[in-house]
């Protein structure tokens, strides 16, 4: 069992019809049929939305999506219409709310790895393949792929693990001719990321991207290349063979795993709120890849 700790009550706005509570952002629809998406400051992990916010979260993710969709425009549109405040929403809204194109969503996680950790590495030790891709022996925990792969997952509900699979099931799934343009976009997209975090000193390990069709146009949506979608390493810090730093949210899960959290996570109960110095140290992250990716100050 896993999910929110505690689900929060949606914030109701006249004109604006309350869609879906995701583990990050509120969704809405307005009267022009338009979506609505709102980046709270919730933090998830280990499939729990936790009950302790980071500040300013939101904003960093929305605005570093809106730096990132600009720079990637020319391999694929994006779905953000405006970032203008909805009226009678919130004042803290602002900041962290787009107005975005309706499109009919692909349901697959289209994620890109460029080095190998996570779920792709649990994978290579037992089989040497990542979804059904044969790699080269000898890779360890953060070593650089020959290329970049492009490993899709099956969307989860809240509290539930994405599942990987092969690019052989999406075509099964989607069709041949979408899975073909999803991974074509998805390794333009991130090979496009990692060289511009490259140059800025950061290792764009790996990342996932969502997409969406406008009548016949493949649409990048939701978030892209935050620290929430993505794993960013410090270049000057890489070394194959371990866990690698991070600018994530690796503070709450080693807090969480830890003997001063209490917390099982293999029991069913949900996990405590987080001190403020993993919070503090959590939001330090976020706000310095902001910085560091986009060259400006975060305020």
Known sequence: ???????????????????????????YRNEAGDLVMVASDRISAYDWVL??????????????SLWWFERLADLAPNHVLSTDL??????????????CKSLQMVPVECVARGYLTGSGLAEYNETRTVCGLALPEGLTDGSELPAPIF?????????????NVSYEEVARQVGADTAARLRQATLAVYSRGRDIARERGIILADTKFEFGFDGDDLVLADEVLTADSSRFWPADQWQPGRAQPSYDKQF??????????GWDRKSEQPPPALPQQVVDATRAKYVEAYERLTGTSWS
């Open 151 to 163: 490993t899709p997952a099956t969307k989860a509900a809240v509290g539930e693990h994405d599942e």
């Open 51 to 64: 009950p302790t916010e980071i500040p300013d979260k939101g904003r960093i993710l929305t605005q570093l």
């Open 252 to 261: 709450v899960r080693d807090w969480l795993t830890s003997p001063e959290s």
């Open 1 to 27: 069992m896993s999910g929110f700790v505690e689900k929060p009550e949606p914030i109701q706005v006249p004109g604006l019809v309350h869609l879906h509570t995701g583990k990050v952002r509120e969704l």
């Open 86 to 99: 909805p009226e009678g929403a919130p004042a803290d809204w602002a900041g962290r709310t787009l107005i």
